[in-house]
């Protein structure tokens, strides 16, 4: 038995929306003609994902950017998506500090990985997602079926394989699998 879903004129609040998974989520929605609320902290980015969104979708789409580790801007766009009257059936929290992310005291090895970028890793994976369900509660409680996903990583369950990042510049930050 296959299960179909049906997103049509679903509302879908997309966070981390221009990075490597959160464009395939917007993707896959605005196919299923979603009415898609991506947020990101690079408005250009933004803009392109919408341009070539809006050749795939009959749904709706808008746009917003913010960066999670500043309450004031999680706040006001609270404040706009309330004041726009968007409605929100889903919230997919997608947005996340992960190993690619440029920031020092972050992709290094443990020793050298900042108590001050693990705070803000927190704040990114964590803490941003806290205050936007706090915020819009009467705006996803509309919803005849609400829903918040979290985007996990496999590092939620196990411990990463160090042997994955010999010969390569990456590592696996402590604050990732702590956040997800």
């Not at 749904?59 to 998506?81: A, P």
């Amino acid at each position: 038995m296959t299960l179909k879903f049906n997103y049509k004129n679903k509302n879908i609040f997309i966070t981390g929306a221009t990075g490597r998974i959160g464009k395939k989520l917007s993707l896959k929605f605005a196919s299923m003609n979603a009415n898609l609320i991506l947020i990101d902290i690079n408005f250009d980015k933004l803009k392109n994902l919408r341009r070539k969104l809006i050749k795939k979708t009959s749904g709706k789409i808008s746009i917003f950017n913010c960066n999670f580790l500043v309450e004031n801007e999680i706040i006001e766009l609270c404040n706009k998506i309330k004041k726009k009257k968007l409605k929100i059936d889903i919230i997919l929290n997608n947005a996340a500090f992960t190993g690619g992310t440029q920031i020092t005291g972050w992709n290094t090895s443990f020793l050298n990985q900042e108590y001050k970028t693990f705070n803000k890793a927190l704040a990114v994976n964590l803490s941003a997602i806290f205050l936007i369900v706090k915020k819009l509660k009467n705006v996803l409680n509309q919803s005849k079926y609400p829903s918040i996903i979290n985007i996990a990583s496999i590092y939620s369950i196990i411990a990463p394989d160090y042997n994955m990042y010999k010969k390569t510049d990456e590592f696996n930050p402590a604050a990732y699998g702590a956040s997800k």
